[in-house]
């Protein structure tokens, strides 16, 4: 991450949920957007306050906490009315939330439990609609506003054990489409963020995550791309800079996508499978 800034969101003001602590990819952005200028509220799930540090965050920063639940409309509703209040008015939003419970518990994507799956679907994506909706209605989101929802390749790829996360990834990008080609008019724009696999304390709950990363690490030209960076990134897309791209899913992961084989891929098969 750069250590000065160059004043990219001077004057912009905006809500970031989803950090919970220093190993969060939201965490890297508000520390990112506060360098760049950027005011913004955090928010996380009240459960959140039992697991992470983000008064740290909120000190460092000079941000306001407001704790919501991304999944209950009368909460996002009371904050984006009080951010209007505070900030008025917000010109980007930031959505690092996701929560496999399957994953977590180690159910096979075959025997689903579909209470779990249901919940996982709007915990990390469906939030986003209705984080989006929640602003448009209490008026709290500015014409030209971006916004970026961070989002992994496993919705387009399988991966076996990231399960029904990539279902879940798969809806969160189809919603930033969607709101994308009807909010064009306001000049609101959103964009989805596909980023390396990434240690983190989300990360951490996917059985064989070493593995995921180790592969991406191997197989990426430049390797994973780490928070600081994905920070920087997601810091373009809500400046001006970006102001004609919207509706995108933009691949964030040291060329990952782009890959098939590597010769010391193709070795190290050979020496695995005693070829």
Known sequence: MANSGHDLLKGKKGVIFGALNESSIA???????????????????????RLGGLDKLAEKTDSEIIWA???????????????KSSLGGVDFIVHSIGMGLNVRKNRGYQELNYDWYHKTLDISAISL???VR???????LNDGASVVALTYIGA???????????????????IARSFGSRLGKQGIRINTISQSPTRTTA???????????DFADHLSPLGNADAESCADYTVSLLSDLTR?????????????SS?????????????????
């Open 129 to 131: 609609h209705r984080i």
């Open 244 to 256: 004609m791209v919207t509706m995108q899913n933009l691949y964030h992961d040291g060329g990952f």
């Open 203 to 213: 990360g951490s709950g996917i059985a064989g995550f070493d593995s995921m990363f």
């Open 156 to 174: 387009q790829r399988i991966f076996s054990k990231y399960s029904e996360m990539g279902d879940a990834k798969a809806l969160l990008e189809s």
């Open 134 to 140: 929640q602003a448009l209605e209490t008026g709290a």
């Open 259 to 275: 890959m098939g084989f590597t010769d010391d891929l193709v070795d190290a098969l050979k020496n695995a499978f005693g070829a």
């Open 69 to 83: 639940d991304a999944t209950d409309d009368d909460a996002l509703k009371e904050l984006f009315g009080s951010v």
């Open 27 to 49: 965490w890297s952005i508000a520390e990112a957007i506060h360098r760049e200028g950027g005011r913004f509220v955090l928010s996380n799930a009240p459960v959140a306050q």
